[in-house]
C-alpha cells in the first residue's frame, strides 16, 4: 500500500504535537485550545462521517496503520482531496502515552469543540437537560441514549462532568456527533430559554406525580435529568410542567443515573 508524503511520522516524546495531545486529558488544556481527543476506530470514524470539519488531526500507531489497513486507506485518500487537514503515525509506546485508554487501539483524533448556543433550541422539539451528573461514563451513556431514542438536543448544567472528558467521550460511542450539544449553562439560562421557546418541562425525581409510562408529552419538551445522589436542582422541581416517576415495585432504593435515562428515554421515544 502506498502511503502519502503528507504522513508525518513523530518518534519522540518532546515532539510538541506529543506534548500539546498529552496535556489534552486535562480539562484546563482543553478549554485552553478548545479541542478535545476521540480515541477508537469506532468513535474517529464516527467523527470522519458527522463532524469531519471539525478534526483537526488524526494519529495513527504504525501497528494500527497495518492493522486497520482499509480505514487508513480511506484516510490517506481523505487527506489527500483536502478534506483531513493531517495525519501523523507515531511508534506504539508513543501511542500508548497520549492514549487515554489502557487498552488503546491505536487511533485518535484531536477535534476542535462544537458546542452550540442555546438559541440552537429553536429549531429542536425533544430535548434532553442533564443536571450535575459527574460520573463521565454516565454522562457519556446518557448521550448515546438521547441520540438512540430520537432527541435532538442535550444541555448540560453546571456542575457536570466536561462533556470533553475522554471518558465521556467514548462512553458516548459517536452519539456526540448526532446530536447537538450544550455545554455547562447556569440552570437560571436553561429554565429561561425552554420557557422562551414554548417547552413543556418534565423532571425526572422518585417523588413524581406521573409514571414515566403513563405521561402524555407536549409537541416540545425537555426531560431533566439528575445527579446521582441528590436528584435534581430544586429550581427545576418548581418550575416543573410535570414531575414524572419511574415506579419500581422491587426493592431497590434507586436507580443509577444512566439506567434511569435510559428508561425514562425509550418510554418518552414511544409518545
Do not use: W
Amino acid at each position: 500500500m502506498s502511503t502519502s508524503k503528507k504522513i508525518e511520522l513523530i518518534k519522540s516524546k518532546e515532539n510538541e504535537c506529543v506534548k500539546r495531545l498529552k496535556k489534552l486529558h486535562d480539562k484546563k488544556h482543553r478549554e485552553e485550545f478548545k479541542v478535545f481527543l476521540v480515541e477508537g476506530v469506532k468513535a474517529v470514524k464516527e467523527a470522519l462521517d458527522y463532524a469531519i470539519e471539525d478534526i483537526n488531526l488524526l494519529i495513527f500507531s504504525q501497528e494500527a496503520s497495518k492493522k486497520y489497513e482499509e480505514f487508513f486507506s480511506r484516510c490517506i485518500s481523505l487527506l489527500n482531496s483536502g478534506k483531513l487537514k493531517r495525519i501523523v503515525q507515531v511508534p506504539e509506546k508513543i501511542f500508548e502515552h497520549i492514549s487515554t485508554t489502557t487498552t488503546p487501539q491505536g487511533v485518535l483524533a484531536e477535534c476542535s469543540f462544537f458546542d452550540k448556543e442555546l438559541d440552537v433550541l429553536k429549531k429542536h422539539n425533544r430535548v434532553v437537560v442533564i443536571d450535575s451528573v459527574q460520573d463521565p461514563g454516565n454522562l457519556g451513556t446518557i448521550i448515546r441514549c438521547a441520540d438512540a431514542f430520537g432527541f435532538e438536543c442535550v444541555i448540560t448544567v453546571n456542575g457536570t462532568v466536561d462533556v470533553y472528558n475522554p471518558k465521556v467521550v467514548r462512553s458516548a460511542m459517536g452519539s456526540m456527533f448526532h446530536v447537538d450539544v450544550v455545554r455547562e449553562r447556569k440552570k437560571e439560562e436553561v429554565l429561561e430559554a425552554l420557557n422562551k421557546r414554548g417547552f413543556a418541562l418534565y423532571v425526572t425525581t422518585p417523588y413524581g406525580d406521573v409514571d414515566i409510562s403513563k405521561l402524555s408529552v407536549d409537541d416540545r419538551f425537555a426531560i431533566v435529568i439528575g445527579n446521582e445522589s441528590k436528584g435534581v436542582d430544586v429550581a427545576f422541581l418548581e418550575n416543573a410542567t410535570k414531575k414524572v416517576k419511574i415506579s419500581m415495585p422491587g426493592k431497590a432504593e434507586s436507580l443509577n443515573s444512566a439506567v434511569a435515562a435510559a428508561i425514562v428515554l425509550y418510554e418518552l421515544r414511544k409518545k
